[in-house]
């Protein structure tokens, strides 16, 4: 019992420490990513090639003066960031960052928690991580606020519905909702074909599917080109407008971090987790060293995609987006969803 | 460990579904019914039946709650907007509110204390079990409650939609 607790904290602890540094460091990859993208620098000044920055960024947060409006909520508005903050770093503990290592005759697994609902545990975390910023919109007592609060809401409610759906498909075809075995599922030979082995992956059997849930990933964590709740041409800056210091921050952190953990969740939802091909020949806690490493990569490769959409794409008009969210995804993905029902009673794979 | 569980849950939801009630504000009393709804899932839990839970925490914390404060705040209801109550509704609602409070309590006088149900099988709740019982024992009811939720959602488009203008 206290191995299992030491193991547990070391494994949360670690966990939480890389989100914190992984989110903290997106900032500056963000600012570089988009400097590459429009032919500039970017940041250059803090240490070489401005690797200090996401530091002296964290420093003039905390020591910029802390404003609380007159008018507000004053307790909502401070809950706000937290539960942000909380939400997006309650997420990472379902998912399966590697296989397990092998420490002195005994097994760790390199998931936190295994629970067997593990995918609708990160519906739920998604669909409370709003709240955070509805109670900060509406307790600023500002009407900019509120409206990206709205705007947040309505935004997230509507492409949950469409993210469901496209995950059903895996479900069905995983038979299990327990991420660890999402992820082990896709540790085969893709369609049969030898020398491919730990390339199994769903995307491959789930493409509509894949880019249903990516598109989705986008609008629940605000990125551009459905940042709406933000758009800081039309609501100034939505719905943090009235926050200053570290409480933006936190919201602006939560934000990198969502981007994170949603990268995560998309690599091993449909890009094989930490699996790749070629994993199976090592030995064993090599494999699982490798695994992490596999899965970073993935990350970080998402990571990337959020940022060069962001710098590729305008955004969408509010209607726009309600339209490409109930009229195109949610009939796309129950198709898509009927689809694979179809093809698997058909295959009697159930 | 699951007993103390059990009383801190319960201490917890007892206590936001009274502010829920008692509170002013419309915004803190959804609030305090999302903190209520929580708790809920929590014994849910501890019941393990963690698919219920989560599944409670999608569907009403993370759905309905947020429309619920998404309305209010559409509207800006505050203390300030709430209407005055003449003093006769006052009385009216006082009587009637006592009222339903005696009958329950005389309802609730001659119940006899429940057996704790024994589940015949602990581990109904995972999502395995759950999922055979309710796809073979119970389909029936299950389809035909599934399309009472298909005709009430049908009904509320139709109460939604926006009357049509005829041009002809």
């Known amino acids: 019992m206290l191995d299992l607790i030491i193991e547990k904290s070391i494994l949360i602890l670690s966990v939480f420490s890389v989100t914190l540094l992984i989110a903290t460091y997106l900032t500056y990859t963000e600012r570089k990513v988009a400097?590459?993208?429009?032919?500039?620098?970017?940041?250059?000044?803090?240490?070489?090639?401005?690797?200090?920055?996401?530091?002296?960024d964290a420093g003039k947060?905390?020591?910029?003066?802390?404003?609380?409006?007159?008018?507000?909520?004053?307790?909502?508005?401070?809950?706000?960031?937290?539960?942000?903050?909380?939400?997006a770093c309650m997420t990472g503990a379902v998912i399966p960052w590697g296989t397990s290592l092998n420490i002195m005759g005994r097994e760790v697994s390199l998931q936190i928690a295994d629970v067997n609902i593990g995918i609708l545990y990160i519906m739920g975390m998604v669909s409370i991580g709003v709240y955070g910023i509805m109670i900060g919109g509406w307790a600023s007592n500002n009407k900019y606020s509120l409206m990206g609060a709205i705007r947040a809401s309505s935004q997230m409610i509507s492409y949950e519905l469409a993210m469901g759906l496209s995950i059903i498909s895996i479900v069905m075809m995983t038979g299990s909702l327990s991420l660890k075995d999402i992820a082990a599922g896709q540790s085969?030979?893709?369609?049969?074909?030898?020398?491919?082995?730990?390339?199994?992956?769903?995307?491959?059997?789930?493409?509509?599917?894949?880019?249903?849930?990516?598109?989705?990933?986008?609008?629940e964590t605000n990125r551009a080109p459905f940042d709406l709740p933000e758009c800081e041409s039309e609501l100034i800056g939505g719905y943090h407008t009235?926050?200053?210091?570290?409480?933006?921050?936190?919201?602006?952190?939560?934000?990198?971090?969502?981007?994170?953990?949603?990268?995560?969740?998309i690599s091993t939802l449909y890009f094989g987790g930490y699996n790749f091909p070629g994993i199976h020949l090592l030995p064993h806690n090599l494999q699982a060293i490798a695994g992490i490493?596999?899965?970073?990569?993935k990350i970080f490769f998402f990571i990337f995609v959020f940022m060069w959409v962001r710098w590729t794409l305008p955004r969408f008009r509010y209607d726009q987006l309600m339209h490409l969210g109930w009229k195109i995804l949610i009939p796309l993905s129950i198709l898509n969803m009927l689809v694979t029902a179809g093809w698997m009673t058909f295959r009697n794979l159930l | 460990m699951t007993e103390l569980f059990f009383y801190i849950f319960s201490f917890i939801s007892i206590l936001t579904a009274l502010l829920v009630v008692f509170s002013k504000n419309p915004i803190h009393s959804v609030l305090y019914l999302i903190v209520t709804f929580f708790t809920i899932a929590g014994q849910y839990i501890l019941m393990n039946a963690q698919f219920l839970a989560i599944v409670h925490l999608i569907v009403y914390a993370g759905a309905v709650m947020v429309l619920f404060l998404f309305v209010l705040m559409l509207l800006n209801l505050n203390e300030?907007?709430?209407?005055?109550k003449d003093l006769i509704l006052k009385i009216v609602s006082i009587i009637s509110s006592g009222l339903l409070f005696l009958t329950l309590t005389a309802a609730l006088k001659d119940a006899e204390t429940s057996q704790p149900s024994i589940a015949t099988n602990e581990n109904l709740g995972l999502v395995k079990n759950l999922g055979n019982v309710l796809f073979k024992e119970y389909v029936v009811p299950f389809e035909l409650s599934s399309i009472l939720f298909l005709s009430s959602m049908?009904?509320?488009?139709?109460?939604?939609?926006?009357?049509?203008?005829?041009?002809?």
């Open chain 2, 154 to 168: 049908v009904g509320a488009v139709m109460l939604g939609k926006k009357e049509q203008t005829t041009n002809n």
């Open chain 1, 242 to 265: 009235e926050y200053s210091s570290m409480k933006l921050g936190f919201f602006l952190f939560a934000e990198y971090i969502n981007m994170f953990i949603s990268s995560a969740v």
């Open chain 1, 61 to 87: 947060m905390f020591f910029k003066e802390d404003f609380i409006p007159a008018a507000s909520a004053k307790w909502l508005f401070i809950m706000g960031p937290g539960i942000a903050m909380f939400t």
């Open chain 2, 80 to 84: 300030n907007a709430e209407p005055k």
């Open chain 1, 188 to 219: 085969g030979q893709l369609f049969g074909i030898p020398l491919t082995t730990g390339l199994d992956w769903n995307v491959f059997v789930q493409p509509v599917g894949f880019i249903i849930f990516l598109v989705c990933a986008f609008a």
């Open chain 1, 35 to 56: 400097a590459f993208l429009q032919d500039r620098i970017g940041p250059d000044r803090a240490g070489p090639f401005g690797i200090f920055q996401p530091l002296a």
């Open chain 1, 293 to 297: 490493a596999a899965l970073f990569g």
